[in-house]
C-alpha cells in the first residue's frame, strides 16, 4: 500500500507547472490528491512524474465575474462548500457537497481535481452538466474553453490533454427564479452514490421552461437527460407528469451491476428519485 | 533515491528532514518522527484514523505525500496532551469514547477541528465531523456523548469570571 517512486516538481506559478506538463503522458497533476493518492496507493496507478500544483496560490479563488462564479483549479472542496458566493448563487452546490467524501477529505480534495478524475458516482460532474458549466483548458501556449457536456467521455475519461491543466470551471448564474433538486441513495452518506439526481427548472406562466436533468452513479460518465427535459419544457408540473418522465428516463439508462446494488435497483432509484427532484425543483422556482 | 529538504512545525516545535517524495505523510510521522500515536488503517483514505492536523485542518496523513508538509504546522495526537490529557481528550476518557483506541487519534483531530469553528455542536454536527473515521468498537454513541461534552465544559468555562 506504498506508492510507487516518481519524480516529483512542485512548481511555484502556472507556466512553470504548464511547462512541466509538457514531458508527456506518463505525468499526473497532484492537487488535493484525494483520488489519485488512494489509486497511487494501491498502484492502481504509478505515474512517472508528479507536477504539484499546491503552490499555484494564483489559481486558488473563487470569483464573482459579473454574469458567471469562476471557481480555480486550487479552490478545495470545503471552501467551495462554505463560499457566499456559492450560497447566494449555487444553494445546489453547498447542499450536494454534504454527500461528497467527509470533511477532511474535503479540507483538501479540490473542485478540479474532482472534476478531471471524472469517477462514474461522483456528484459534481453532474451538477456541472445541469448548471452548464464551462471548463478552461490551459496548455503551454493557449487556452480553451469546453463545455461540461463536452467535457465528460467515459468511465475516468475527460477530454483534457496530457499537457492540459483545468484552470477554472465557469459556472453561469442561473436565471432569476430557477428553482433546483438534489437527491442521492448511497451506502453511507459520503459513500459513492448509487443513484444521484440533479434538476433545475423554471416555472414561466404555469408552464416548465429550461429544465435541465442529470444523473451521476448509473452509468460509465454524469450525463444530461435530454428526452426527459424535451418532454417538460411547457408543460404545467403534476406528480403524474413526473412519474411518467422518470419511468420513461428509469428504462432509457443502462446501469452498471456491482457486488453491492444491481441495476435494477439502480433504475428503481431513478423512477423513485427523479420525481422527486422535479418536484423540489418546481417548488423552489418562483 | 533522491529526498527533498523540508521544513515543518511539529506539535509546535521546528524539524528539518529529507524526505522521499513517494513517503506518504501517515509514514513520515511514524516512522521518520517516530511518533506513533497516528495509526495507520486502511491507507487509501477510508477510515480516518491517521487523520492529523495541518495548519490546522483535519487531513487524511495516508493521502498527503509527507514533502507536501514543507512549511505547515503540523499537529499529532502527541501534540494534544503536552501537559497531561487535553479537555477532548480527558472528555472521551470520562465519556468511555474509546475502547480499543486505534480510531481515537483520528476522532480526536475531527473533534479539534469541529470545536474549533462550532463551540456548540447539535448531534448532528457532530455525527457529520465524524463521519468519515470508522470506529469498531464503541458504537459511536460515547464518542458522540464524549465531544458534546467536552463542548458543553468549554463553553462553560469561558462563562466562568476570571
Known sequence: ?286 | MDTIAIRLTVNGRARTANVPPRMLLSDFIRHELALPGTHVGCEHGVCGSCNVLVDDKAVRACLMFAVQTDGAALTTVEGMCTKGLDDIQTAFWEEHGLQCGFCTPGMLAAAHELLAANDDPSDDDIREAIAGNLCRCTGYEYIINAIRSAAKKRRERTLEPA
Open chain 1, 1 to 286: 500500500m506504498k506508492p510507487a517512486a516518481f519524480d516529483y516538481a512542485r512548481p511555484d506559478n502556472l507556466a512553470a507547472a504548464l511547462q512541466l506538463l509538457r514531458q508527456g503522458d506518463d505525468t499526473k497533476i497532484l492537487a488535493g490528491g484525494q483520488s489519485l493518492v488512494p489509486m497511487m496507493n494501491t498502484r492502481l496507478v504509478r505515474p512517472a512524474r508528479i507536477v504539484d500544483i499546491n503552490r499555484l496560490t494564483e489559481l486558488d479563488y473563487i470569483a464573482d465575474r459579473g454574469d458567471h462564479i469562476a471557481v480555480g483549479a486550487l479552490a478545495r472542496h470545503a471552501a467551495v462548500k462554505a463560499s457566499p458566493l456559492m450560497a447566494q448563487h449555487f444553494p445546489i452546490i453547498c447542499e450536494a457537497y454534504d454527500w461528497v467524501a467527509h470533511s477532511a477529505v474535503r479540507n483538501r480534495g479540490t473542485l478540479c481535481g474532482n472534476l478531471c478524475h471524472a469517477d462514474p458516482a461522483s456528484e459534481m460532474p453532474a451538477i456541472m452538466l445541469t448548471l452548464g458549466a464551462t471548463m478552461v483548458l490551459a496548455n503551454a501556449t493557449t487556452e480553451r474553453t469546453v463545455s461540461a457536456g463536452e467535457f465528460f467521455v467515459g468511465l475516468y475519461e475527460t477530454v483534457t490533454e496530457a499537457d492540459e491543466i483545468l484552470k477554472e470551471v465557469r459556472l453561469p448564474k442561473p436565471a432569476a427564479g430557477t428553482g433546483w433538486g438534489f437527491e442521492e441513495v448511497s451506502m453511507r452518506k459520503g459513500d459513492f452514490a448509487w443513484a444521484t439526481v440533479v434538476a433545475t427548472l423554471r416555472i414561466t406562466g404555469g408552464a416548465i421552461t429550461a429544465p435541465a436533468i442529470a444523473l451521476a452513479g448509473v452509468g460509465d460518465h454524469a450525463t444530461r437527460l435530454a428526452e426527459a427535459e424535451a418532454a417538460l419544457t411547457g408543460k404545467t408540473p403534476s406528480d403524474a407528469l413526473f412519474a411518467e418522465v422518470a419511468n420513461r428516463a428509469a428504462a432509457a439508462i443502462d446501469p452498471p451491476t456491482a457486488a453491492a446494488v444491481d441495476a435494477t435497483y439502480r433504475r428503481d432509484l431513478v423512477a423513485t428519485l427523479l420525481p422527486r427532484v422535479l418536484r423540489a425543483a418546481t417548488n423552489r422556482a418562483s
